[in-house]
Each structure stands twice: as structure tokens, then as C-alpha cells.
């Protein structure tokens, strides 16, 4: 089977590599995390510019493919440079379930704005016990005539601080726990009712907890038909979910290429580290652990884009994240336990990437909670 990158995809690999290379030094990326929103908006812009925005879309709604192997290429880049800017939380988390919820007019206004720059949004299903679960919603949508109104509680709600809109998981019908009932609504961030306590998370991520009281809706606001939002939801966190863990495999690149070259030049006993066959061994499975992650992430993308059955296509995601999960804990904790002390200080950028990929680790379910669900899929 060829795994090589098709002539259109090694220009977009090239593109953000340059990206990356010239303009996404470590230095930048700390000067960017200190701008209003977490972010710089320049970067937001030359990413419309460059097409970048249109990835995670199909050719029908306007954008560049809706592939996900596509969608890793840039990914795995954005991983290598620590970028910070919100294109998973805008373009991949709520334009995934615009484009597959979404009406045509909703999607013709909603999508070819992020596909400008020109919008910020958010996505708010998760909440405080629901455990990754998705079904598990408590947020109530009740409707009043031509109206619904919502109240309830989400969490780590990402880019919710720079989001015009968010978008709002909540439940039309039946129990916590159903899989129907769980509809999916348009909600102005600043609309009465809205409260949102924003934070910075331990990557330089943004997020918020976000607290709906009263707060109505009409509907036009509702994505996709009443109590039917599940399906597209797992669908777009299983896609979100390989695109982290694309994500991971740049960041633990960059930590292997690293490590070796700090090896090379700290000395001890009047030789460089690296002379060590302990610490070589150590980073030759440091290697393999990235190249086995590799692997198995090309193999959920290709599943993602095949016609393989749903079922099928979560169990490849679950054995990707759980594969990506055991590499993130062995290449991270090798890495700094090698450069030693200096790894965890905010001067050097060991630090921050050991913090984006732990926090991928837990992002979208665990290692552990993968394993289980490839097992029940299995």
C-alpha cells in the first residue's frame, strides 16, 4: 500500500512548514500567547490567505477536501511549532458540525466565514461529569413556541473567550445518557444569560467554562434536525480527535529531535551524554514510539476517509489515540528527564511541549478510556 503524500499535499505539508520555520519560532510563540485572545490575528488572516481554513471542508461546501489524511499533514506541522492560533476549536470542532449539521444556508454563511477568517467560534459539549461521554448531556433546551430556551453547565469549552458564537449540545428530550433527544444550537456568546469564566490552560490553550441560564434561541438557531445531533457530534470528535493526535506526532518529533541534539552537547564526566549507550537506548525507543504513532494515525486518517463502516471507523480512531496516548507518556517523560531540571522551566520550549501533548493525552478521552472503547468495538 503507498503511503506516500499525493503532489497536492506535499505542497500544503511544504507551505506550513515554511510557516513554522520562518515565522513560529519559540520566541514568537511566546510573544503571540501574551496577545488579546491567546492569539495572533495575522496568523488567523495568513492562514485564510493560504487556504488553510478550507482544509477540514469538503469541495462542495467550498472548502479544499474534508480529507482527514489532508487534515493530518497540516496538523502534524502545527504539532512541530506549538501553534496556538484556534483552528481545531473554529475550523475542525465547530465547523465539523456545521458542515455536518448545518442547512445550506447555514452552512453557506456559517462556513465560508471561518474559510475567510472572518469568524470565531466554539463548541460546547462536554460537562462537569459527563466523563467523555457524550450522550451523557443534562443541558436542557425546552421549547416555547417558536423559541427554545436553555440552562445548564459546560466545560473547557475551548476558544470560548474569542468565539462570536458557540455552538451548544443540549437535550430536547429523553434522559441524561439517551443517545436521541440531544439537539445542537447556535448561541450568541454574548447573549442575556450567557456567563462565561475564562481561562488559559496549562498548553496556552484558551477555554472557558460556560454557564447557560434562560438564555433563548430561536429556531433558526438549531443545527440540524431536533434530538438528532449525536451521530455528527461522534463523528466530528472522532475527526478532531486524529487531528490531535497528528498533532502529537509533530510535538513528539520535535521532542525526540531535541533531546538527541541536546545529548550531543551537555557533557558529564568530560563527554557528551549521548556517548551513553543508556540514554542511546533510551532514545532509540523514543524513536520507534514515534514512528509507531505515525503509523497508526496514517491508518485511522485512511479509515476516516474510506467507506468502512461507522463502527469501524471509531474503532480505528480509539487504537490511534490509544497507541498516540502510551508514546505521548514515553517520549514526553524521556525527554525531560534527559535534558534534566532545565526541561520544566518556561525558558525552554522542552517544557511546552511536554504540556501541549500531556494535555492531548487527556483531550477527547484518555489512553485508558480508548483502550476500553476499542475493546467494546472490537
Same mark, same amino acid.
Given at each position: ?89 473554529? +475550523?475542525? *470542532?465547530? /465547523?465539523?458540525?456545521?458542515? =455536518? @449539521?448545518?442547512?445550506?444556508? #447555514? ?112 429556531? +433558526?438557531? *438549531?443545527? /440540524?434536525?431536533?434530538?438528532? =445531533? @449525536?451521530?455528527?457530534?461522534? #463523528? ?143
Amino acid at each position: 500500500m503507498d503511503f506516500s503524500y499525493s503532489e497536492e499535499q506535499q505542497m500544503l505539508q511544504d507551505s506550513v512548514q515554511k510557516f513554522v520555520a520562518s515565522q513560529y519560532d519559540f520566541e514568537t510563540r511566546c510573544k503571540v500567547l501574551e496577545k488579546e485572545g491567546g492569539y495572533d490575528k495575522a496568523n488567523w488572516e495568513l492562514f485564510a490567505e493560504l487556504g488553510w481554513l478550507t482544509v477540514p471542508f469538503r469541495e462542495e461546501d467550498g472548502g479544499f477536501s474534508g480529507s482527514a489524511v489532508d487534515l493530518m499533514v497540516v496538523m502534524e506541522e502545527f504539532g512541530r511549532g506549538l501553534v496556538v492560533e484556534p483552528f481545531l476549536a473554529t +475550523a475542525v *470542532l465547530a /465547523g465539523g458540525l456545521i458542515s =455536518a @449539521l448545518g442547512s445550506d444556508a #447555514q452552512k453557506s454563511e456559517l462556513l465560508a466565514t471561518i474559510m475567510e477568517g472572518k469568524a470565531q467560534l466554539a463548541t460546547a459539549y462536554a460537562e462537569p461529569d459527563s466523563r467523555y461521554n457524550l450522550a451523557s448531556v443534562k443541558t436542557t433546551a425546552v421549547r416555547q413556541g417558536e423559541e427554545f430556551v436553555l440552562n445548564g453547565d459546560k466545560v473547557v469549552v475551548l476558544n470560548a473567550p474569542n468565539a462570536a458564537q458557540i455552538i451548544v449540545t443540549a437535550r430536547t428530550s429523553g434522559e441524561s445518557g439517551d443517545r436521541d433527544g440531544i439537539s445542537a444550537f447556535l448561541v450568541d456568546s454574548q447573549a442575556a444569560g450567557v456567563t462565561l469564566r475564562s481561562y488559559a490552560t496549562v498548553d496556552g490553550q484558551q477555554a472557558a467554562e460556560v454557564h447557560l441560564k434562560d438564555v433563548k434561541v430561536t429556531s +433558526a438557531n *438549531l443545527l /440540524g434536525e431536533e434530538g438528532k =445531533a @449525536l451521530p455528527a457530534l461522534e #463523528q466530528t470528535i472522532d475527526q478532531a480527535t486524529v487531528a490531535i493526535c497528528s498533532e502529537a506526532v509533530g510535538a513528539m518529533d520535535s521532542l525526540l529531535s531535541k533531546t538527541v541534539e541536546y545529548a550531543k552537547t551537555r557533557k558529564q564526566f568530560g563527554v557528551p551524554i549521548g556517548t551513553f549507550q543508556a540514554l542511546q537506548h533510551r532514545m532509540a525507543e523514543m524513536f520507534i514510539d514515534c514512528q509507531l504513532a505515525r503509523s497508526i494515525v496514517i491508518m485511522a486518517a485512511m479509515k476516516l476517509d474510506s467507506n468502512e463502516s461507522a463502527e469501524q471507523k471509531a474503532k480505528a480512531v480509539s487504537a490511534a489515540k490509544s497507541q498516540v496516548g502510551r508514546a505521548i507518556r514515553k517520549v514526553g517523560q524521556e525527554a525531560v528527564q534527559i535534558h534534566g531540571g532545565i526541561a520544566v522551566t518556561d525558558e525552554l520550549d522542552v517544557g511546552h511541549y511536554f504540556k501541549r501533548v500531556t494535555a492531548i493525552e487527556h483531550q477527547f478521552g484518555t489512553t485508558d478510556y480508548h483502550t476500553r472503547r476499542y475493546a467494546r468495538l472490537a
